[in-house]
């Protein structure tokens, strides 16, 4: 038996018999204990430190109000485990379904942000694009990534508009292949 | 709000708390179930008319045996599975021990019987009387208990569904035992204890989520 579970286990006797100064005790170390417990096992669901807390909270009120079913000839750290282990699986049900309500958006939403991950694989493709005949390279990257209109980038590289569509189409096809090759082991 | 301060808060006044609560709002339930599944079966059924022939009297007791036996084994269950962490100290097998004992006993009388007596002992007079009424007579019970462990705090409810469905059903066959007039030792084995394990395996999987820790 550790030294933590015999101080702990003092203290809920004392707790039980009506000691208000031992219950504060007992709860202010098991928050300490709890918050530890909650806060590694969120952080693997990728939660963060104010759900740990909110149930740092619902276990502590627990503890509190069912200190009665707490049987003095069992060791106190199942008891508690039990607790804060019921309470966790019962916040996680909780939010996994409410992953449901997901409030309703427009078509448009899901592109009405960009962010740096689409910067950074530009870049990579620009270096691709080295790779392919200079009218391809000129075709993509005006309309592809540029977001030249086909007149446009047919004013810029200096071809036909069914010129500029023919180079995207067999240059995109000439990039997958060469992305293709690079991931192949 | 803070957790300190929630703690701040709940440490203002620190009743003493009664420790024998959980079992005795147990034992207040087990008794209310026992009276009234007795009163049904009593005013309902009425008690079997031949109870003052020995065989029916050894018959008898040997029922009340099994039925409070697992009444016995199943109660000290559940009132550790109505605490936190209840379930780390419950051994199914000790459980199971009245049950292997009955269907032992019964193999026994099967195989000392001639094979041509078998279906009448195995199915006696009253088979379906008997799958019925344990199940429909375990209802008040099952509802009691039910309502003193929810007042606890069980972490492991399909469990502690299912031992109140097993103490349920015991005490509704210790009350049917005064009735049924089926004297052997397979039927008993057979109808006795399969109605007892399908009370426990129902609520088990019908017992939702809705009973928390801290209600």
Not at chain 2, 45 to 58: E, F, I, K, N, Q
């Amino acid at each position: 038996m550790t030294t933590t579970e015999n101080e702990l286990k003092a203290l809920m006797l004392a707790s039980q018999d009506g000691d208000a100064a031992a219950h504060r005790a007992l709860l202010e170390r098991l928050s300490r204990h709890l918050r530890a417990y909650y806060r590694s096992k969120l952080a693997r669901t990728g939660r963060g430190a104010a759900e740990a807390e909110d149930l740092v909270q619902e276990a502590v009120l627990a503890i509190h109000l069912q200190r009665h079913t707490y049987d003095p000839a069992q060791p106190l750290t199942p008891w508690v485990h039990a607790v804060a282990r019921y309470k966790l699986i019962d916040f996680l049900r909780r939010t996994r379904a409410s992953r449901a309500d997901v409030p309703i958006d427009e078509a448009d939403d899901i592109t009405a942000h960009d962010d740096n991950v689409g910067a950074e694989s530009s870049f990579d493709v620009r270096r691709l694009l080295k790779q392919l005949p200079a009218n391809m390279q000129c075709a993509i990257a005006a309309v592809k990534l540029d977001g030249l209109s086909i007149a446009e980038a047919a004013r810029r590289c200096g071809m036909s508009e069914s010129g500029v569509k023919v180079s995207i189409h067999r240059g995109l096809k000439t990039l997958a292949a060469l992305i293709a090759r690079r991931t192949e082991p | 709000m803070k957790t300190d301060e929630l703690i701040t808060a709940l440490s203002m006044s620190v009743e003493p708390v009664d420790r024998r609560l959980v079992n005795r709002s147990v034992g207040i339930a087990l008794a209310i179930g026992t009276v009234v599944a007795l009163g049904l079966v009593l005013t309902g059924l009425g008690v079997r008319a031949d109870l003052s022939t020995p065989r029916a009297v050894t018959f008898l007791f040997l029922k009340l045996a099994f039925a409070l036996g697992t009444v016995g084994a199943a109660s000290v269950y559940l009132t550790r599975l109505a605490r936190p962490g209840g379930e780390r100290r419950i051994s199914l097998g000790l459980a199971a021990i009245p049950f292997a004992a009955i269907m032992l006993l019964a193999a026994v009388s099967l195989g000392q019987a001639p094979s041509a007596h078998w279906d009448k002992m195995v199915m006696g007079n009253e088979w379906l009387e008997c799958l019925l009424s344990i199940p429909i007579i375990a209802i008040v019970p099952f509802a009691v208990v039910i309502w003193a462990v929810r007042k606890a705090a069980p972490t492991n409810l399909v469990r502690a569904g299912a031992f109140s469905g097993l103490v349920a059903g015991g005490v509704s066959a210790v009350a049917y035992a005064f009735h049924c007039t089926d004297d052997s030792l397979p039927f008993v084995a057979l109808w006795y204890g399969g109605t007892r394990l399908c009370c426990a395996r129902s609520p088990a999987r019908y017992w939702d989520r809705g009973c928390c820790v801290g209600e």
